[in-house]
C-alpha cells in the first residue's frame, strides 16, 4: 500500500474549468468563483493512478478533497483483511469533509479505483478563511445545509427508488448531455457500482437485465443504450413493470 501511496502528482493551481465543476459541488453550490477560488487559494489539483492510495485509516485528517475525474472508493480494513466499502465517489462530489472541523484521524482509506484528478483542499487554510471572512462562513452555512438537504434525498431515493430505477439513474447519468443512444462503458467494476447503489452485486445484474426490455445491452464492462428517453423515463420511475 505504501508504494501505490506515492503513486500521484501535484498539479498546477485551479483552472476555469476545475472552479465550473467546483461551484456545482453542494459545499460550494452558489458561491461565486471568486468566493471560490478565494477559499481555496491553498488547494491544488492532483493526479492519481488507478489504484493509487489517497490516505489510510487513523492518517492525520488534515485535508478534504473534491473529484474532478475518476472514481475513488472509501474503505475500512477487516481484522480478516478483507475489505468492507464504505463509499464511492464519482465526479464533482466531495469526500473526507469532517477533516474541515475535526482535527482528528481519517476513520477510512481513501483509494483511487480509476485514473483521477482531484482538488486537495488543506483544512487548516481552510479554517482561516471561513474564520477571517463572515461572508465565506455565511455562504458555508448555506451550502452545508443544502448539502444536508442533498443527503436526505440520496437516502430517500434509496428507499422510495427500486433497484431497477437506480440503476436506470446511475446509467443515465453516465450517458452523453443531448444525445438520444449511447455506448458506454462501466467506470468501475459491478460489485462497486452495487455497492455505491445500495443493493447486492447480484441484485444489480438482475435489474440490468430488466433493463434488456427497454433494449440496454450489456458485455463485460460496456453497454449499450439505444433510446435515452426509454432509461429516463424508468429511472423517474414513469414505466410501473420496473
Given at each position: 500500500m505504501e508504494q501505490k501511496r506515492n503513486n500521484f502528482n501535484r498539479q498546477s493551481s485551479l483552472?476555469?474549468?476545475?472552479?465550473?465543476?467546483?461551484?456545482?459541488v453542494p459545499l460550494f453550490q452558489g458561491m461565486k468563483p471568486d468566493t471560490i477560488l478565494g477559499l481555496l487559494e491553498?488547494?491544488?489539483?492532483?493526479?492519481?493512478?488507478?489504484n493509487t492510495i489517497l490516505f489510510l485509516q487513523d492518517d492525520d485528517a488534515d485535508k478534504f478533497f473534491v473529484l474532478l475525474e475518476g472514481w475513488v472508493?472509501?474503505?475500512r480494513e477487516t481484522n480478516d483483511g478483507?475489505?468492507?466499502v464504505i463509499g464511492v465517489f464519482a465526479r464533482g462530489e466531495s469526500f473526507a469533509e469532517a477533516?474541515?472541523?475535526?482535527?482528528?484521524?481519517?476513520?477510512?482509506?481513501a483509494m483511487a479505483v480509476e485514473n483521477s484528478r482531484i482538488v486537495v483542499i488543506p483544512a487548516a487554510a481552510f479554517k482561516r478563511k471561513i474564520a477571517n471572512n463572515p461572508e465565506y462562513a455565511l455562504n458555508m452555512m448555506a451550502a452545508m445545509s443544502r448539502h444536508q438537504r442533498g443527503l436526505v434525498q440520496q437516502i430517500e431515493q434509496l428507499a422510495v427508488k427500486s433497484t431497477t430505477e437506480?440503476?436506470?439513474?446511475?446509467?443515465?447519468?453516465?450517458?452523453?448531455?443531448?444525445?438520444?443512444?449511447?455506448t458506454i462503458q462501466l467506470p468501475l467494476d459491478k460489485g462497486l457500482i452495487a455497492r455505491r447503489l445500495g443493493m447486492q452485486p447480484e441484485t444489480f445484474s438482475r435489474a440490468l437485465a430488466k433493463l434488456r426490455d427497454v433494449g440496454v445491452q450489456t458485455n463485460g464492462q460496456q453497454v449499450e443504450i439505444?433510446?435515452?428517453?426509454a432509461l429516463r423515463h424508468i429511472r423517474d420511475?414513469?414505466?410501473?413493470?420496473?
Open positions: 483552472s476555469d474549468a476545475d472552479i465550473t465543476v467546483l461551484s456545482r491553498h488547494a491544488y489539483t492532483m493526479q492519481a493512478n488507478r472508493k472509501l474503505f478483507n475489505e468492507s477533516a474541515i472541523f475535526d482535527e482528528g484521524v481519517f476513520p477510512v482509506c437506480r440503476v436506470a439513474l446511475f446509467l443515465s447519468r453516465l450517458c452523453p448531455n443531448n444525445a438520444t443512444e449511447a439505444p433510446d435515452i428517453s420511475g414513469n414505466r410501473a413493470a420496473f
